[in-house]
């Protein structure tokens, strides 16, 4: 059977060409800062975002992680959106390795404003913890692939200036951002003291993420990587994939935002999904099933018996993602196979 997955981006495989890239690349011990792949790779990404350092990491979570512990001190508060990644999926982190707590705010498809995060800045006060970073997400993945306008990002940046707090971006797929809107990396990158970006998800590459700031910054993350267990010696077989993945596969993201949104635009039409189309910007969607006869869970399965793989993401809610390995044959017979369970006329191919 031909399995049409959708459960993430992450399961994207190299490609050939992009196997043929790592077994020939040039490599040396990166913990000493010989490997000239990796070097490569970090300068191309600074340069892309308008950083003056950056630094390879094994994953998204190590990059948010490491840029946590060199942006705080023990006792502090970090504010972020209930639903982020760092809050929701990185398995306490935080207190556990650099000592903060987190103050979730809700916000509006995964988006915080200026004015949310004002009102919850800790005063000066012995009694609390004091605010030292925001953290944002985008795009943002638990509200669908949303993206966080940059007007918004720009007037949040103005705040933590004004108030002498640190601003980072989870930005492992601002990639996808970046093409659906066309700002630059530079643009979406600018506002925020540090960024950390992923290659294991759209862009295809089977390992690793990047952090990006300024020099010292990423001196004090290098710090924190080695002590996390992160440094990878010859690594640049790893750096091999992610360069280029970001030479090839970065435009192409267009092609998965327009598969989701051909999926999502027929979804919405069949009976018992519930679907804000405004919320599907970019290659991820998330829907309710609330079907007469048909639970989320059973589904989950009888599309799993059609060949097709998706995920439940808690409750009455199911999950999309697009990938490169998504043909134009394969939305099509997603669509088949949804409007024949869901009750809506139409064939599987």
């Given at each position: 059977?031909?399995?049409?997955?959708?459960r993430?981006?992450?399961?994207?495989k190299?490609t050939p060409?992009m196997?043929?890239?790592?077994?020939?690349?040039?490599?040396g011990?990166?913990?000493?800062?010989?490997?000239?792949?990796v070097?490569?790779?970090?300068e191309?990404?600074?340069?892309?975002?308008?950083?003056?350092?950056?630094?390879?990491?094994?994953?998204?979570?190590m990059?948010?992680?490491?840029?946590?512990?060199?942006?705080?001190?023990?006792?502090?508060e970090?504010i972020?959106?209930?639903?982020a990644?760092?809050?929701?999926?990185e398995?306490?982190?935080?207190?556990m390795?650099?000592g903060?707590q987190?103050?979730?705010?809700?916000g509006k498809?995964?988006?915080l404003?200026?004015?949310?995060?004002?009102?919850?800045i800790r005063?000066?006060?012995v009694?609390?913890?004091q605010?030292?970073?925001?953290?944002l997400e985008?795009?943002h993945?638990?509200?669908?692939?949303t993206?966080?306008?940059?007007?918004?990002?720009?007037?949040?940046a103005?705040?933590?200036?004004?108030k002498?707090?640190?601003l980072?971006?989870?930005?492992?797929?601002?990639?996808?951002?970046?093409?659906?809107?066309g700002?630059?990396?530079?643009e979406?990158c600018?506002?925020?003291?540090?960024?950390?970006?992923?290659?294991?998800?759209?862009?295809g590459?089977?390992i690793?993420s990047i952090?990006?700031?300024?020099r010292?910054?990423?001196?004090?993350?290098?710090y924190?990587?080695?002590?996390?267990?992160?440094?990878?010696?010859?690594?640049?077989?790893?750096?091999?994939?992610a360069?280029?993945a970001?030479?090839?596969?970065?435009e192409?993201?267009?092609?998965?935002?327009?598969?989701?949104r051909q999926?999502?635009?027929a979804l919405?039409?069949?009976p018992?999904?519930?679907l804000?189309?405004?919320t599907?910007?970019?290659?991820?969607?998330?829907f309710?099933?609330?079907?007469?006869?048909?639970?989320?869970?059973?589904?989950?399965?009888?599309?799993?018996?059609?060949g097709?793989?998706?995920?439940?993401?808690?409750?009455?809610?199911?999950?999309?993602?697009?990938?490169l390995?998504?043909?134009d044959?394969?939305?099509?017979k997603t669509?088949?196979?949804?409007?024949?369970?869901l009750?809506?006329?139409?064939r599987?191919?």
């Amino acid at each position: 059977m031909h399995w049409i997955d959708y459960r993430s981006d992450t399961i994207t495989k190299p490609t050939p060409e992009m196997r043929k890239v790592m077994a020939e690349a040039e490599v040396g011990d990166d913990v000493f800062g010989d490997d000239p792949t990796v070097n490569r790779l970090q300068e191309r990404v600074a340069e892309l975002t308008g950083k003056e350092a950056a630094l390879f990491v094994p994953s998204g979570t190590m990059g948010n992680q490491i840029s946590l512990n060199a942006h705080t001190q023990p006792g502090q508060e970090v504010i972020v959106e209930a639903d982020a990644h760092i809050f929701y999926y990185e398995c306490g982190a935080p207190g556990m390795l650099s000592g903060v707590q987190l103050r979730p705010l809700s916000g509006k498809h995964g988006v915080l404003t200026a004015e949310q995060i004002a009102a919850a800045i800790r005063p000066p006060d012995v009694h609390q913890p004091q605010t030292s970073l925001i953290c944002l997400e985008n795009t943002h993945n638990r509200a669908g692939g949303t993206i966080y306008p940059l007007e918004e990002i720009q007037r949040i940046a103005r705040l933590a200036r004004e108030k002498g707090i640190k601003l980072h971006l989870d930005g492992a797929r601002l990639w996808n951002a970046a093409v659906a809107t066309g700002i630059s990396l530079k643009e979406w990158c600018e506002p925020f003291d540090s960024v950390s970006l992923c290659f294991s998800k759209g862009l295809g590459a089977p390992i690793g993420s990047i952090v990006v700031g300024s020099r010292s910054f990423i001196e004090r993350a290098h710090y924190y990587r080695k002590a996390y267990g992160g440094g990878m010696r010859q690594v640049g077989i790893i750096a091999a994939g992610a360069l280029y993945a970001g030479e090839h596969h970065f435009e192409r993201l267009a092609d998965d935002h327009r598969h989701a949104r051909q999926i999502a635009e027929a979804l919405v039409e069949l009976p018992g999904i519930q679907l804000n189309l405004d919320t599907v910007q970019t290659n991820i969607i998330i829907f309710e099933l609330n079907h007469p006869t048909l639970s989320p869970a059973r589904l989950v399965e009888q599309l799993n018996d059609n060949g097709i793989l998706i995920i439940s993401m808690g409750g009455n809610k199911l999950r999309i993602v697009t990938h490169l390995h998504i043909t134009d044959a394969d939305v099509e017979k997603t669509i088949a196979v949804f409007r024949q369970l869901l009750g809506h006329p139409g064939r599987i191919h």
